[in-house]
């Protein structure tokens, strides 16, 4: 059964060399902006239960993202369990709420001694689907 749960969500701000000279922020950046969230994400409720690493994402960039967006906030959800690997939703929303950019990674849980997948554990799994929500239509 699916589990509808709230995203985790956290506040970045928009840093100055993030800009280009139009004072848009550049596309590799708000990949970066995922990352950091992603990671914050991680390391408060995974920490420990073991190594994910990142195996496919892609991203959509909505709305330009300028210096005076920020605060941005980033949400973070799940919209996929399986047996070795998750789909993260990642959501940019501006100062007012806008949504400016999404993306979705696959994350796979990793065993660093053999340097392949692993299956994820019931810990890693009942953090997950805490945060678990129902796949966009």
């Excluded at 990674?105 to 945060?131: I, K, Q």
Aim: proline content about 4%; aromatic content about 6%; hydrophobic content about 40%.
């Amino acid at each position: 059964t699916n589990t509808v749960g709230e995203p985790f969500r956290c506040s970045l701000e928009v840093r100055w060399a993030d800009s280009d000279r139009l004072g848009h922020v550049n596309n590799t950046k708000v990949v970066e902006y995922m990352q950091e969230a992603r990671i914050k994400f991680l390391v408060s409720h995974l920490s420990g239960r073991g190594v994910v690493a990142v195996r496919k994402m892609d991203a959509e960039f909505l709305r330009p993202i300028k210096d005076a967006s920020g605060p941005l906030d980033v949400e973070i959800a799940v919209l996929h369990v399986g047996t070795s690997s998750f789909t993260l939703r990642h959501t940019i929303l501006d100062r007012h709420g806008v949504v400016c950019a999404h993306g979705d990674a696959v994350l796979v849980g990793f065993d660093v001694h053999t340097d392949r997948s692993r299956p994820l554990s019931d810990l890693e799994r009942e953090v997950l689907d805490r945060y678990r929500v129902a796949a966009p239509g």
